[in-house]
Nanobody, 120 residues
Framework: QVQLVESGGGLVEPGGSLRLSCAAS????????MGWFRQGPGKQRELVAA???????NYADSVKGRFTISRDNAKNTVYLQMNSLKPEDTAVYYC??????????????WGQGTQVTVSS
């Protein structure tokens, strides 16, 4: 079973940047498509970005052009570079394995996530 640990969140002003990391345990990381999800206050969890094993990506419309997902299979880590952050990006961010369409989380078990707060 793959265990995922998210990190890199924090408080940032609007227009700022953060890079989130998701470290996976085990040696099967490079066979999984991975995604970042977020859950804002009073909102449902939603897909932010996903990346296939071959580097194909999928982004939510709300983050296109601002966020970039990447992965380093040698380090068993997936990243989310977030630029031009907006207050509406405030949420707890989680990573998870995703399906081949790069849209749905595959595991019902979620880590503790990492809090991102965008505020002046």
């Amino acid at each position: 079973q793959v265990q995922l640990v998210e990190s890199g969140g924090g408080l940032v002003e609007p227009g700022g940047s953060l890079r989130l990391s998701c470290a996976a345990s085990g040696n099967l990381f490079n066979i999984f498509a991975m995604g970042w999800f977020r859950q804002g206050p009073g909102k449902q969890r939603e897909l932010v970005a996903a990346i296939s094993t071959g580097g194909i990506t999928n982004y939510a419309d709300s983050v296109k052009g601002r966020f970039t997902i990447s992965r380093d299979n040698a380090k068993n880590t997936v990243y989310l570079q977030m630029n031009s952050l907006k207050p509406e990006d405030t949420a707890v961010y989680y990573c998870n394995r995703v399906d081949h369409r790069l849209t749905l989380a595959l595991s019902g078990s979620w880590g503790q996530g990492t809090q991102v707060t965008v505020s002046s």
